[in-house]
């Protein structure tokens, strides 16, 4: 068992200090990374762009651990790509390998055995390689069509040896070459919609107006004829505590106006009240004319960003100009757009 040795009051400061300290040293190794960005990093930007087949990424042990999450970015930002564990390749994962392929072998010596070993395995099948390495004098780096410079000063261990400053970089060049991607291929938010469908942020990219309002043929429409009393009674069977008044038939109504609860209670409070004389008003005399709405064909996000910014809590929905539903703020929070 290692052994603790930990003051009885350990202070606050100095452990911040530790934690400081590593977070400086891997900042300014990334910050000289950046500085040294340049005809290499292009060179391997292109590579990855002209691309037809996938980017493979190899790697293994800490290494490894950074190559999965640079493929799994390249490949949710428009850059098919996937990870290959060197000491795997050796074994059959080779064929995974084709020569429309671009190889991005990650090593920080640039000596490791099972990547190094796959360097020239991969140029034989006629794929492009890239190495990102610390030492561009390495077996790894040799070998490459592009070497990427990830040599750092020292690590931000204490005792100069966990893979810290070293695996920061690769993380961030690997990041710099998604990034440098999405705006080479002009990757739009739609893109990433597309491969991003599910969790909060797939559905804020991804989920339409038209996906989640309650449809015409189930809101509840009345004419600005209705009488105040019909307003109510619609406007109870529904579920949206609102009714559009509209005219028109059901495959083309003309959007006129809407009443919601509030503005019922609102014309309550002005007459003190009471309801007297109440059943002589129509819908036209008390809808909100004009009211604020939404394509049906715009994001569910962007109906949120009106709402707030309007503050409403229901836009009615249309399409070619005629009303095909009613999405209220409820509808937004049941599928979790908030």
């Not at 991003?196 to 015409?216: F, N, T, W």
Request: a neutral charge.
């Amino acid at each position: 068992m290692i052994p603790v040795n930990l003051p009885a009051a350990l202070p606050h400061e100095q452990v911040a200090r530790y934690g400081k300290d590593v977070l400086g040293t891997e900042a300014e190794a990334i910050s000289a990374a950046s500085h040294r960005l340049g005809e290499h990093f292009a060179h391997a930007c292109g590579l990855m762009l002209r691309c037809r087949g996938r980017v493979v990424v190899v790697g293994v042990g800490k290494s490894g651990h950074v190559g999965r999450k640079i493929a799994a970015t390249l490949a949710s930002t428009g850059t098919p790509s996937f990870f290959v564990h060197a000491a795997e390749a050796g074994h059959g994962d080779l064929g995974m390998f084709t020569a429309d392929d671009v190889v991005l072998a990650l090593s920080n010596s640039g000596e490791t055995e099972e990547v190094c070993h796959v360097a020239p395995l991969v140029k034989r099948f006629g794929a492009a390689l890239i190495a990102m390495t610390g030492n561009e004098q390495s077996t790894l780096a040799k070998a490459a069509d592009v070497h990427l410079d990830a040599s750092i000063s020292r690590e931000a261990c204490p005792h100069n040896l966990a893979p810290t400053a070293s695996t920061a970089v690769q993380m961030a060049l690997g990041d710099a070459l998604a990034m440098t991607l999405v705006h080479l291929r002009g990757f739009t938010p739609e893109d990433f919609a597309r491969t991003h469908p599910k969790g909060a942020l797939g559905r804020r990219l991804y989920v339409k107006v038209e996906d989640i309002m309650q449809p015409s043929a189930s809101m509840p429409v009345v004419s600005p004829q209705a009488t105040l009393p019909e307003v109510i009674a619609s406007m109870a069977e529904g579920r949206a505590g609102a009714v559009l008044v509209a005219e028109g038939d059901m495959e083309a109504l003309k959007l006129k106006g809407i009443f919601t609860d509030s503005d019922l209670r609102r014309l309550i409070n002005t007459r003190k009240g009471t309801l007297s004389g109440l059943d002589a008003l129509h819908a036209k005399d008390v809808m909100k004319a004009n009211p604020f709405s939404i394509d049906a064909a715009l994001l569910a996000s962007e109906a949120l960003r009106i709402m707030e910014e309007k503050r409403v809590s229901r836009l009615p929905c249309l399409r070619a100009g005629f009303v095909v539903g009613l999405l209220s703020l409820h509808d937004l929070l049941l599928h979790k757009i908030l």
